[in-house]
Structure formats: structure tokens, C-alpha cells
């Protein structure tokens, strides 16, 4: 089996193949958008791309004419060689990552997505931006206002918002100038766009089964059930629970030396979009359900640790109680009781069994982080859906 390294680039993108004894066979430089039909020309082959905006068409491109692919994270490419000794070039770089394809069997390679959690993510990714580009918005009006000494009540989130501004511009002496009705045009379109999207994401949530079972847990809506399916992809990518709180970065980070163990606030990685929304979600089900029993639980965990990390550890169990069920094909019953041990993984049918925690007799140093700081007020103050 041949080793093909492909270095790419927006326009053109240099590619090396060397053979499974280390030979060089191929070196050549050729257009990015003419890679897939290259590829389908070629024996099968492992493709080493590193990760970027394009690898992840290149890795399907590559599946699709029967090679291998594997995507190199960023933070790895370093440690494979490239940049070495502070020479980096295109073709370097890309006889690097076919020659690091044929000394590791089992090279590391981000989680490719499949084609319908792909378009499902340009649609999470659009909103999102839409949503952060009319909270830019209201806040430079409400900054306007602040100025003339003008508060207005209530959430600045949907055209309503602009026709309280403007009836408070009315009131004032100076009137609304243009630069601030040109914002609230731009609001008011913004809205629109927005809920376009919630449409097409309701549609989606219609059709989906698993997010259907989601929303039945407490505090999870569309938009919490449709990213986590989405960034997840595959339930079976984790082997437990213990694995996906590690991916979602839930979990206190760790600064051990010299025999010293030593907790740190949750560790800065994983998806922050889904993370922002599991850690509202929570908020929500802190709430308007603090009887449920993932909250009576969490608010045990308050009680010593305090309300914040609390929060992280209720985001860390409502993530693996949703991933149980989508993996064992389970419906949420707040009814049964954990049998989760500290120091013991639970996997996909335990926590489906027992799918979540009515009030266990002993807190286990698994689910409770030693210590942690939740992310800021923007990710934690509002309720999800």
C-alpha cells in the first residue's frame, strides 16, 4: 500500500507518495479542486492531510475512491516533523506526513464527520454567527441609550427591541439618528434570518428521531439536542461516559508533579459551542425543575463545592445521560436510580439501565469535579430554548 501526503493549499496543493518500503515514487503539485478526480485515479492508498478547512472534503473525496484518510490534528503535525529545525515548506511538509503514515500503524486522525452532521453543522454555524452579530448589535444600541441616560426592560432578541428603541428616541430630544436606525434595520433583518434558520432546524428535529427522545430530558431543547447529535456524529466514537466528559472537556484539568496531585479549573478544550449550550441547559433545569433528580443531585454537590461547579457536574451528567440514550436506544425516566461507582467507567448499557441519579448515599469523586470554574456569565446566564 502506497503513502500519499498531501500538503494543501487554497489554490494548489502538493502532494507526495512513497511506497510501503519508504521509496519516494511521486512528488507533483497539483490544482486543490482537482484532487478528488487525482485520487480516483490512484491504487489504494493512505492519505495523510493535515487538519484545516479543507481536509475534511479531501478525507470523503478519499474514502469515496476507496483510499484510506486520515486527517493529522494541528497539534500534532509539530510532533510529526513538521517545521523541523525551522525549515517549512509545501513540499517538505508534505513528504512528512507520508513518511510519518509509514512508520505509525496507527496514526491519530480527527473524527471525520458523515455528509448529513456536515450540513447539519453549516446550519449551527450560521445561526450562531447570526445570533453574534445581533447581540453586537443590541449592544451598541442599548451603549447609545446608556449614554442619553435611557434604560429599556426586557431581552434585546427580537424586533420588539427596536420598537421600544425607537418610541425612547421619540421621547428625547435629539430623535433617532441614522447610523442607530441603520442597526436597528440591520437587528430587525437579522431576526428574520434567525428564525429562517430555527425553521429548518425545527424541520431537522421533525425527522430525527434521537434528538425527539433528547428533548424529553429537562432543559433540552432543538438547539441542545441538534448540536449535541451533530458534535458527537457517532455515539460509538466513546467507549463510556468517562471518555465523552473528557472530549466535552467537563471534567477538571490536572497539574500533578513530583507525586502531588493537583486539581485545576475544567480544561480549556473541546467544543465550546456545545459546552456553552450544556452548561445553559443546565442552568434551565436548575431553574424550572429543581426537583428533578439530576438536579436534587447537583444541588448536594452545591451544598459543599458551591453553585458554579455544580453546574459543570450537572453539564457533565446531562451530556452522558443523553449519550447513553442515544446509544442504547433508551427513553429518559427520571424515576431510576444510578449504580455509578467512583473509579469505575460506566458504560453505554449501565447508564442506560440506570439512566439517571435520583439522590445517591454517596457523592462519587467521578461525578463531582474536585475543582472548577464554569465559563463566563454570557455562557451561563439564560436558559436554552
Not at 511506497?19 to 495523510?48: H, I, M, N
Not at 456536515?118 to 449614554?147: C, D, M, P
Not at 427520571?334 to 439522590?359: H, N
Amino acid at each position: 500500500m502506497e503513502h500519499i501526503g498531501i500538503d494543501l493549499g487554497a489554490r494548489h496543493s502538493h502532494v507526495m507518495v512513497i511506497s510501503e518500503a519508504g521509496e519516494p515514487t511521486l512528488q507533483r503539485r497539483v490544482k486543490t479542486e482537482d484532487l478528488p478526480a487525482w485520487l480516483e485515479g490512484r491504487p489504494a492508498s493512505r492519505v495523510v492531510v493535515e487538519a484545516c478547512t479543507q481536509s475534511p472534503a479531501i478525507a470523503r473525496a478519499s474514502l469515496a475512491a476507496g483510499h484510506q484518510a486520515k486527517i493529522i490534528p494541528g497539534t500534532l503535525v509539530r510532533a510529526l516533523g513538521v517545521g523541523a529545525r525551522g525549515i517549512k515548506t509545501d513540499e517538505r511538509d508534505a513528504e512528512v506526513l507520508a513518511r510519518a503514515s509509514v512508520r505509525i500503524e496507527d496514526l491519530p486522525s480527527v473524527h471525520i464527520r458523515s455528509e448529513a452532521s456536515r450540513r447539519r453543522r453549516e446550519v449551527i454555524a450560521a445561526r450562531s454567527l447570526l445570533v453574534e452579530s445581533r447581540r453586537s448589535i443590541a449592544l451598541s444600541v442599548k451603549s447609545w441609550l446608556r449614554g442619553r441616560l435611557v434604560t429599556l426592560p426586557g431581552r434585546a432578541n427580537s424586533p420588539a427591541f427596536c420598537e421600544s428603541v425607537r418610541r425612547a428616541a421619540e421621547a428625547h430630544e435629539e430623535g433617532l439618528p441614522l447610523a442607530t436606525e441603520i442597526l436597528l434595520s440591520n437587528f430587525e433583518q437579522l431576526c428574520m434570518q434567525i428564525d429562517k434558520l430555527d425553521e429548518a432546524i425545527e424541520e431537522v428535529i421533525e425527522q430525527d428521531e434521537v434528538c425527539q427522545r433528547l428533548m424529553k430530558i429537562p432543559g433540552v431543547g432543538p438547539q441542545v439536542s441538534l448540536a449535541f447529535t451533530t458534535h458527537i456524529d457517532d455515539p460509538a466514537r466513546f467507549a463510556n461516559a468517562d471518555h465523552l466528559g473528557s472530549y466535552l472537556a467537563l471534567v477538571p484539568g490536572e497539574a500533578t508533579t513530583g507525586g502531588k496531585v493537583k486539581r485545576t479549573s475544567t480544561i480549556k478544550a473541546g467544543p465550546a459551542y456545545l459546552k456553552a449550550l450544556l452548561v445553559q441547559a443546565s442552568w434551565s433545569m436548575w431553574r424550572a425543575r429543581p426537583n428533578d433528580p439530576m438536579v436534587v443531585w447537583a444541588r448536594r454537590i452545591a451544598d459543599r463545592r458551591g453553585k458554579r461547579i455544580a453546574i459543570i457536574a450537572l453539564s457533565r451528567k446531562l451530556a452522558t445521560v443523553m449519550w447513553a440514550m442515544w446509544k442504547s436506544g433508551s427513553r429518559y425516566d427520571p424515576t431510576l436510580t444510578s449504580i455509578a461507582r467512583a473509579g469505575e467507567p460506566s458504560t453505554a448499557a449501565q447508564v442506560a439501565a440506570f439512566i439517571v441519579a435520583a439522590i445517591p448515599q454517596t457523592d462519587t469523586a467521578d461525578d463531582s469535579p474536585k475543582t472548577a470554574r464554569t465559563t463566563s456569565r454570557r455562557q451561563t446566564g439564560n436558559p436554552v430554548d
